[in-house]
């Protein structure tokens, strides 16, 4: 069974924080890459942080730093843990998951998705 719920979304101030969560079914949480992924009003989804099964992550350049993915074999639970929030940050963030890597492209993108939770940051 695929299922991914993702929680933990909200509207903060520049500079605060916030931790996403991402409930994984035991089926999905054994992919070998799951990430996080954002979609803001009128543009593109974007890939923000994933981590692989042996605990290898990436991130994009511009939350490098200020972001940082994990994850909880008990609970089976993939977070992000955002610091340093910035306007630019704000859109909805998707927990996604693939035994390949995850790739967004032309509208459409791989993988598995949850239903994505909101993230608001003013100046």
């Known amino acids: 069974q695929v299922q991914l719920v993702e929680s933990g979304g909200g509207s903060v101030q520049a500079g605060g924080s916030l931790r996403l969560s991402c409930a994984a079914s035991?089926?999905?949480?054994?992919?070998?890459?799951m990430g996080w992924f954002r979609q803001a009003p009128g543009k593109e989804r974007e890939g923000v942080a994933t981590i692989e099964l042996d605990g290898t992550t990436s991130y994009a350049e511009s939350v490098k730093g200020r972001f940082t993915i994990s994850k909880d074999n008990d609970k089976k639970t993939l977070y992000l843990q955002m610091n340093s929030l910035k306007p630019e940050d704000t859109a909805m963030y998707f927990c996604?998951?693939?035994?390949?890597?995850?790739?967004?492209?032309?509208?459409?993108?791989?993988?598995?998705w949850g239903q994505g939770t909101q993230v608001t940051v003013s100046s």
């Open positions: 996604a998951a693939d035994s390949v890597p995850i790739y967004c492209g032309g509208g459409s993108c791989s993988g598995y």
């Open positions: 035991a089926y999905t949480y054994s992919s070998v890459f």
